[in-house]
């Protein structure tokens, strides 16, 4: 290659990949505001993380007593008295302290929900219309707006109005993955607590949301460039992360029987 030639190359390449070159480039959600009113659940967190990590804005709205997700951490490690899991996810996102019980708390959100684009909640199910911030109130005051809320149960099954609060490993043994991770139950060198269904380790069950839930938000934004209205997104981590069962549900209707439980094989790779 001509010493010229190369030379063209390499700044071709610098300016695709140099950071310093990266950060001065137009992101793909740079001129989208998010509203991040999620409690106590990570799923919320997660997904407003990924819409910041693609240059939205994220304003981060916690109650006074500051967001029970902070404390959740390992062994109960916490830098500056926040835990490991909230310092991945609140990255990147300004932080407000906002009481959305108090009036004044209502109307400052309204304001801010008046120009927002997207706003995220993780309330029990009718929680923010009480308050007179839900989604039925908002939209009117900025019909554009695209209202996410992520719950278990969903916001209008049968179960919606349980009360129970939106749990990882909930939303993972209702996703039926839990059914074939631990051991096998015919093998007599497991030990025994290893041959029940078994959660994963992680908060796969909250990430699961959290990712469909951007998903579903950035499908949201698409739709309403064509139309300019904004929409309601109802999101069950539960139901989220059934998608990730890979064949489970079609294996059932062709057997008539449950994937059995194998440890760590997979009965698609080693029947």
């Not at 932080?95 to 120009?115: D, P, W």
């Not at 309330?123 to 939209?139: F, K, N």
């Not at 939303?171 to 839990?178: A, D, E, F, K, L």
């Amino acid at each position: 290659m001509p010493h010229h030639n190369k030379e063209m190359r390499n700044d071709w390449i610098k300016e695709l990949d140099d950071p310093a070159q990266a950060r001065l480039k137009p992101e793909a959600l740079e001129h989208i505001t998010v509203l991040d009113c999620s409690y106590a659940n990570m799923a919320g967190c997660f997904a407003t993380s990924i819409l910041g990590e693609l240059g939205a804005e994220v304003i981060r709205i916690e109650p006074p007593e500051g967001d029970p997700a902070r404390t959740y951490s390992p062994w109960g490690y916490m830098h500056m008295e926040t835990g490991l899991g909230y310092l991945n996810e609140g990255r990147n996102k300004f932080h407000v302290t906002l009481n959305l019980q108090s009036q004044e708390g209502q109307e400052i959100l309204r304001a801010l929900a008046k120009r927002a684009d997207v706003l995220v909640e993780t309330y029990l199910p009718g929680t923010m219309d009480e308050w007179g911030i839900g989604y039925r109130q908002l939209s009117v005051e900025n019909p554009k707006l695209i209202y996410c809320a992520l719950y278990t149960y969903g916001q209008f099954g049968p179960k919606a109005a349980c009360g129970k609060a939106d749990v990882d490993i909930v939303n993972q043994v209702y996703s039926g993955i839990t059914s074939v991770t631990g051991e096998r139950p015919d093998d007599p060198t497991n030990p025994k607590p290893s041959e029940v269904p078994t959660k994963q380790g992680n908060w796969m069950g909250w990430y699961a949301g959290g990712a469909w839930a951007a998903v579903a938000i950035m499908a949201a934004l698409h739709y309403r460039v064509n139309t300019g209205k904004g929409q309601f997104i109802d999101v069950s981590s539960a139901e989220a992360f059934g998608r990730c069962i890979n064949y489970g549900l079609t294996y059932y209707q062709g057997f008539q029987d449950t994937i059995p439980r194998v440890g760590d094989y997979d009965v698609g790779v080693f029947p």
